[in-house]
Every structure is written in structure tokens, then in C-alpha cells.
Nanobody
Framework: QVQLVESGGGLVQAGGSLRLSCAAS????????IAWFRQAPGKEREFVAA???????RYTDSVKGRFTLSRDDAKNTVYLQMNSLKPEDTAVYYC?????????????????WGQGTQVTVSS
């Protein structure tokens, strides 16, 4: 079983930056796909980015050029660097994992989820 813990959320002004972290338990972390999703009030959970060994990184169009996803397998941690934040980025951000190398953009593609961290971008 994989346990995921997110951190790094907070309140930031538009144009600012935040770095989210997703720390995972389990020695098989390196073989997993790790993804970030976000969910704004009243909206469905949406895909943000995913990273997997051998497949690079996949981003949703709305964050390309602004967000960077990276992983440190030695620390079992994935980082989501978010720059040029916009009010529409406001949401609870969740990290999720899958033992597959497929970088699914739907929540059902992932088996384990963190508790989420709130990101609020003020205008």
C-alpha cells in the first residue's frame, strides 16, 4: 500500500509561485506514476500533471509553461512548482499514484490518493 502526503499549499497573489510536495511511502515509489489533480468548489476533479519513469511528464494545457513537475526518487517525493499563478488555479490539489506507467488523466486511473492541500490565488 502507498501512502501519500501533500504539503506546500497556501494563499498567494496572482502572478506568484508555490511549490507543492507529495511525499510517498513505499520502496516501490520509483516505478509508480505520480499525478496531481485539483478540484475547485462545485467542479469535478481535473488532471494537472503526471510523471512516470521512462515516460517523461504530461501536463494539462492550462498549466503548460507555468507548472513544472519533478520527482526525487531518493526522497520518495514529487514536486509541483507552480509559477505565474492565476485565480483560476484556486483549488484543492491532490496527488495520486498508480503502479502503471500509463499517465492517465482521469481519477479512476489512480489507486492511492493524498488528503489534499488548498491553493488559493487572490486577484
Amino acid at each position: 500500500q502507498v501512502q501519500l502526503v501533500e504539503s506546500g499549499g497556501g494563499l498567494v497573489q496572482a502572478g506568484g509561485s508555490l511549490r507543492l510536495s507529495c511525499a510517498a511511502s513505499g520502496r516501490i515509489f520509483g516505478s509508480y506514476t505520480i499525478a496531481w489533480f485539483r478540484q475547485a468548489p462545485g467542479k469535478e476533479r481535473e488532471f494537472v500533471a503526471a510523471i512516470s519513469r521512462g515516460s517523461g511528464v504530461r501536463y494539462t494545457d492550462s498549466v503548460k509553461g507555468r507548472f513544472t513537475l519533478s520527482r526525487d526518487d531518493a526522497k520518495n517525493t514529487v514536486y509541483l512548482q507552480m509559477n505565474s499563478l492565476k485565480p483560476e488555479d484556486t483549488a484543492v490539489y491532490y496527488c495520486a499514484s498508480s503502479p502503471s506507467s500509463v499517465q492517465s488523466n482521469t481519477p479512476r486511473g489512480y489507486d492511492y490518493w493524498g488528503q489534499g492541500t488548498q491553493v488559493t490565488v487572490s486577484s
